[in-house]
């Protein structure tokens, strides 16, 4: 990947932050920075763009899909499909997150994750990343795992939200130190 590369995949990722901003202090009705928190809402906290925190990965779909029931943090039932794994190296680290769908027919993947910055630098209950095949899909199939677009669950800004936990399977033994960083 060249430097103009680079710089473009960062541009893209401060665009992205700036609607993001723009949308969470807008005051509307979907925004989870709502009451008096949208008067003080200053935007978003992030990591610096990091091109080292973008995988392009191979799916490793598994054969029979297994499903899972998490809690949330309501402590409601979440059921999940384990879809697949992704296998990926960070800081010589071998990594494996497991990858969701909420059913069958979904077309989004479901990554949600912990790591050595949540509870410090990042939110405590961890950090979330979707994919979607018109996006972040290669022309040959691979998928685009990029961290700087973790983002935080909403329950992370307001207790009006249900998130579901990270399971177990999906906590790194690495520091992941791209997307969102601890609203407070």
């Known amino acids: 990947m060249t430097e103009e590369d680079v710089e473009n995949l960062k541009s893209n ?11 969470f202090g807008s005051g509307h009705p979907q925004s989870p920075i709502q009451g008096s928190d949208l008067s003080k809402f200053k935007g978003l906290n992030y990591f610096p763009p990091r091109y080292e925190f973008r ?4 799916l490793k779909e598994n054969k029979n899909k297994t499903i899972i ?3 949330d943090t309501k402590n409601q039932d979440r059921i999940l499909i384990r879809w697949g794994v992704f296998q990926f190296k960070v800081d ?9 769908k909420s059913n069958h027919e979904e077309e989004r993947l479901f990554i949600p994750f912990r790591d050595k910055t949540s509870g410090k630098e990042t939110y405590g209950a961890g950090r979330y990343l979707d994919l ?18 973790a983002y935080n669950p909403w329950c992370a800004y307001s207790d009006d939200y249900a998130c579901p936990f990270v399971p177990p399977e999906n906590w790194l033994d690495v520091e992941i130190k791209a997307g969102e960083k601890n609203y407070h």
């Open 13 to 23: 990722i401060e665009i992205d932050r700036k609607q993001k901003d723009q949308f």
């Open 55 to 58: 995988f392009e990965l191979e």
């Open 132 to 149: 979607e095949s018109d996006k972040d899909q290669t022309s040959d199939g691979k998928w685009i795992l990029d961290f700087n677009y």
């Open 69 to 71: 029931n998490i809690k």
């Open 92 to 100: 010589g680290k071998d990594c494996t997150l497991h990858v969701y």
